[in-house]
């Protein structure tokens, strides 16, 4: 059921766990006097960093398409913060790949393994190598 909600955006704040800016947000749900805090994470900083390392990796790693590429994170940043916006915990998959390879089709399972399993789809098809497909 949707209700409505009021919300406010309380303080801005630096998270030095992740270095990034966050800001706190409370929702007031008007029909059930609830108030809910909410902790909305940068976006600004992830895009420019997921940006840059598609642009430098830019096609999926494990089939080599070049359409609809995603920055996955290896190891979920929710299980640590400083991995959010550490390159080497990024692959670029397409959004089948990042889907089906890095979380085994289950967005809270994760495959740490999905660099490995590139590369032997990589000697499978050396056409992903040179130029991506
Ligand atoms: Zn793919």
Redesign the pocket.
């Known amino acids: 059921m949707v209700t409505a909600v009021k919300s406010k955006v309380v303080a801005a704040v630096m998270n030095p766990l992740c270095d990034a800016r966050q800001r706190i947000r409370v929702d007031e749900h008007l029909a059930t006097g609830d108030t809910v805090v909410q902790i909305l994470h940068s976006d600004y900083r992830w895009r420019k960093i997921r940006n840059k390392h598609v642009q430098d990796e830019p096609f ?1 790693q ?2 080599g ?1 070049r359409r609809k590429l995603e920055a996955h994170h290896i190891i979920p940043w929710h299980l640590d913060a400083l991995l959010r916006f550490d390159r080497d915990n990024l692959i670029t ?2 959004r ?2 990042h889907f089906r390879f890095g979380h085994f089709l289950n967005w809270k399972d994760m495959n740490p393994e999905i660099r490995e399993l590139c590369k032997q789809a990589k000697i499978l098809n050396p056409k992903i190598v040179e130029v991506g497909i």
Do not use: R, V
Request: glycine share 0%.
């Open positions: 999926c494990m089939c398409i998959l397409c089948e790949c």
